[in-house]
């Protein structure tokens, strides 16, 4: 036999080699003709975009494994392996908080068995990118007005914002932060929001804009504003100089409205009266640079509680534990529901046409309860204590007095710094609603011994400082002023051009430059 030479048995090899390969790649293709296509799982729960801190912690990743054994899904995120949990027919991931930056996150059945390779188990890959840094807020100054009735212009930089907006209205930010927006009025107690594209948002209080000049008024009602002689004597001191505010009556304590209101419940309850032309009054206090407030006694109303109690609308009034009108010093029905969503709106509707007629400021008036016992007096369908309602409906009113172009302030005891709970008048939650608060710091109305004043009344310059260092302590921190009223009458002891100097020179001492003079027969000694 011949012997073989060596590059016949490589040339044999080779042959052999391309014989293996081959009937590899024909399985192959086989097994690639025969294969199924793969199954695509479907993964709800992420959100379009990019995902921001609220939603990346809110996070449910579904996958639907209809018709498969959910136990053998295995889920990885970045790569490294996560416990989902069964839901029906959803296999659910809730990955809590996540790092920013970009994730994968998949799910799949792993092929098994000698002959997996001839099978393709279904599966998904979803990415995400999560962003939880919110915008960096720097607002730029702005020069306050002395009105809402001018319109404010904000600016800034709110870095990564798309978006910012202070209540209803929104403007753009820059690539590099920039904001520019301008709002119809001066806002209070409100917030800017910066927005990114994720929904990361950061929220900036917006300081006072509004600058509320000096006030130094005089009360005068509807009918002395009607009474040329008492008229005149009051611009007498607007000439002079001793004034620059007038606060003129909107609705009395017995529920009547000066001036021919069109509010419908004032015309339909009879509150409304021509005893003076509102338009008129206000031109004229106007030309002569006055300011004027207009002053509404909210809740001591016995024409809308009358009228209210015989047309069947008995949950309008304040009541005895008897279902009976509460009777008080003030009259046997004199005080509405404060509580009543009717009663609230007519005072504010009353506040907002003021406002609109040219009033600068709106004053509420008894915006309390009625003196005595709580246990004695019933307000339907209260559902808060009266101290909350009280300083909600301020917040209810708010921004239609100042959306009409007015300032709002609350007239309110003095006692009510250091005794809330006797008339409901808490006097920080209230001012936080207002422009500012008018404590009524007569000196008459004092006990003995308050504030360590042995005899107020004798002594108007210490009862009224003290009492006025109080209530600024007490408003701290809610953007609210102290406006005092100042008594010019004489209860118990004569009151003159001294006794009135005294308690403004005390005011002034506070650190107080205004105040509003109360005599009920509307002459002053200024």
Known sequence: MLERRPETRVRRLAAIAVAVVGSILAVAALVTAFRPEAERFTVTGLPTGVVGAAAASELALRVDVSGHDPNAIRLELDGAQVQGVVEGDDVVYRPGVLPDGTHEFSAEIPAGGPLGFLRSEPGATESFTVDSTPPTVQLDPTQPVRSYREPVTLRGKAIGAQLVSVGAVSAPAAADGAFEITLPRAPAGVELVAADAAGNTTRTPVPAIVELPRIRAVHVTAHAWSHEWLREGVLD????????????????????????????????????????????????????????????????????????????????????PGGRPYSSKYGPIAFTNFAHPEVRKYNIDLASEAAALGFDEI????????????????????????????????????????????????????????????????????????????????????????????????????????????????????????????????????????????????????????????????????
């Open 237 to 320: 001191l607007a000439r002079a100089g001793h004034i620059d505010t007038v606060q003129l009556d909107i609705k009395d304590e017995d529920g009547v409205i000066g001036y021919d209101s069109q509010v419908p419940l004032a015309r339909e309850s009879g509150a409304a009266t021509s005893i003076y032309d509102a338009r008129a009054a206000l031109a004229r206090l106007h030309e002569m640079g006055l300011r004027v407030i207009g002053r509404i006694v909210a809740f001591r109303d016995p024409t809308l509680a009358e009228w209210a109690w015989h047309a069947g609308r008995t949950d309008w009034v304040v009541q005895s």
């Open 363 to 526: 004053m509420y008036d008894y915006i309390r309860r009625p003196d005595g016992s709580l246990s004695s007096m019933v307000f339907p369908g209260a559902t808060v204590d009266p101290i909350v309602s009280i300083a909600e409906f301020l917040r209810e009113s708010r921004d239609p007095v100042h959306d009409a172009g007015a300032f709002q302030s609350a007239a309110v005891f003095g006692i009510a710094a250091s005794r809330p709970d006797q008339i409901a008048q808490d006097i920080p939650m209230m001012a936080a609603h207002l422009d500012y608060v008018a404590p009524m710091v007569y000196p008459s109305h004092w006990n003995s011994g308050e504030y360590g004043v042995a005899h107020p009344n004798g002594q108007p310059y210490d009862i009224v400082l003290r009492s006025l260092e109080d209530f600024r302590r007490i408003t701290q921190g809610t953007g609210a002023k102290v406006v005092p009223w100042l008594q010019d009458f004489s209860l118990g002891v004569t009151y003159g051009h001294a006794e009135v100097r005294a308690q403004i020179d005390a005011t002034a001492a506070a650190g107080i430059d205004s105040f509003v003079l109360w005599s009920p027969v509307v002459r002053y000694h200024l």
